[in-house]
């Protein structure tokens, strides 16, 4: 058949776009209780007092980025009208921040024109918190507010939300408000945070729970309307993504995902109707898609004990003894120059594993003489593992030799 023509005619959607994850809607839907907690807790803004610092949290793909991004657009829309305000927001996504010497070094730049950055190592941290403070006091606005997405790459590094929520009390910054909304989904950093910063960060904490079915299928609902056919979609199928979706995670993202598939799978066969079959093979690439990603985003140490199960389940030695993982781990280790972990440490590298579900364990007794010892394999299908690992930088050379 050879290659087809590139037309525009399109059996399923008149506009795409809607369904993808760059798009943003300009309403929220089934989040009210938790906007009305936002506005409340930004009113001190309006009324020109000092702002609350409100740290956000809940599940990937709940809304909190969405919500956060409308209600400061309405906070700065309806300041507007007060000529004693002026607000700056100042949004930085920390994803790629792994501590508080490089969040502030961001704010920093943030802040300053872009022929004036700073480097981005190099300096001692008490000097990067002074810059942040000269450009602060040099501002011309009452309020500035901290937008820090994903805040929780930073881990246990944490001083960051402790210096810049103190900042007008510590005295570092006068004239200008300072008001800080940290964002996370990630309820162990949430617990660890340190005491301190929990003090001074959480004055108002607003939790986004998942989304049940029924929400789910409200959304979808919404955003199908302007971006599928007429009759593309049958009664069923919003219904049996909001269900997939809610039973695994109530994602709103994971939701779109799968329904945006299914249309992506009929038009591939140029059918103009959206079938069961189409929602399931769609959750199925989804899912895959989740896995690949969290795969390729384990350190170094997993992938090479993923590699040592990986090359067992090769010779069809799977289910394999926690022993064996461990000796062909050391040799694996040894091969690519990566430090050889304690036995212990791979032994609780496989735990997370398990839970993470990317591993299946099974333990089994010996009676007396054998005593207990545990088999593992993989419960993700070893083609997605091959995949992912031999992606990466040192251990995709491992497949070569
Ligand atoms: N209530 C909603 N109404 C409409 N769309 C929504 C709603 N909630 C979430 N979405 C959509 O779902 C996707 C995920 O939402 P968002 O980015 O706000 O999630 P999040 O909670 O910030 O997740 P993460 O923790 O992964 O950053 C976005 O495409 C967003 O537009
Ligand atoms: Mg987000």
């Known amino acids: 058949m050879g290659l087809k023509d590139f037309t525009r005619e399109d059996p399923i959607f008149t506009d795409e776009s809607v369904l993808r994850d760059t798009y943003q809607p300009d309403t929220l839907i089934e989040r009210d209780p938790q906007l009305a907690d936002y506005q409340n807790a930004l009113r ?97 606005a009452t309020h500035v507010l901290f937008v820090l997405d994903e805040i929780d790459s930073i881990g246990t590094d944490d001083d960051i939300l402790y210096e810049l929520p103190r900042c007008n009390a510590n005295g570092n910054v006068d004239d200008t408000y300072i008001g800080v909304i940290g964002i996370s989904n990630n309820f162990q950093f949430r617990d660890n945070l340190s005491a301190r910063v929990k003090d001074s960060l959480c004055d108002e904490e607003i939790h986004f729970p998942p989304y049940d079915a029924e929400q789910l299928r409200h959304i979808l609902e919404t955003r199908a309307q302007p971006a599928f056919r007429n009759d593309v979609l049958t009664s069923d199928i919003i219904p049996l993504c909001a269900a997939f979706a809610a039973q695994e995670s109530g994602s709103a993202r994971r939701a779109l995902r799968i329904l945006y598939k299914a249309g992506d799978l009929a038009r591939q066969t140029d059918r103009s109707t959206i079938t069961e079959a189409d929602v399931r093979e769609a959750d199925r690439v989804v899912e895959e898609g989740k896995t690949k990603a969290e795969l390729e985003s384990l350190p170094v140490q997993n992938h090479i004990t993923l590699y040592a199960i990986l090359s067992y389940a090769l010779e069809d030695e799977t289910p394999v003894r926690r022993k064996q993982i461990y000796q062909r781990y050391k040799l694996l280790a040894d091969q690519i120059d990566a430090d050889v972990k304690t036995a212990r440490t791979i032994h609780d590298q496989l735990s997370q594993l398990t839970l993470k579900g990317i591993l299946d364990v099974a333990e089994r007794n010996e009676g007396i003489k054998g005593g207990n010892y545990y088999l593992y394999d993989f419960n993700v299908d070893t083609a997605i593992i091959r995949d992912a690992l031999e992606k990466q930088h040192r251990i995709g050379d491992l497949f070569d030799k």
């Open 44 to 140: 001190p803004v309006i009324n020109n007092a000092p702002p609350k610092n409100i740290f956000v949290y809940g599940q990937t793909g709940v809304g909190k980025t969405l919500s956060t991004d409308l209600v400061l657009e309405k906070l700065t829309q309806d300041a507007n009208t007060y000529d004693d305000l002026s607000i700056e927001i100042v949004n930085v996504i920390c994803k790629s921040l792994s501590s508080s010497y490089q969040v502030s070094i961001r704010l920093v730049n943030e802040l300053r024109a872009p022929d004036d950055q700073i480097a981005l190592r190099g300096h001692g941290s008490g000097d990067v918190y002074d810059m942040l403070w000269t450009e602060l006091n040099q501002l011309d």
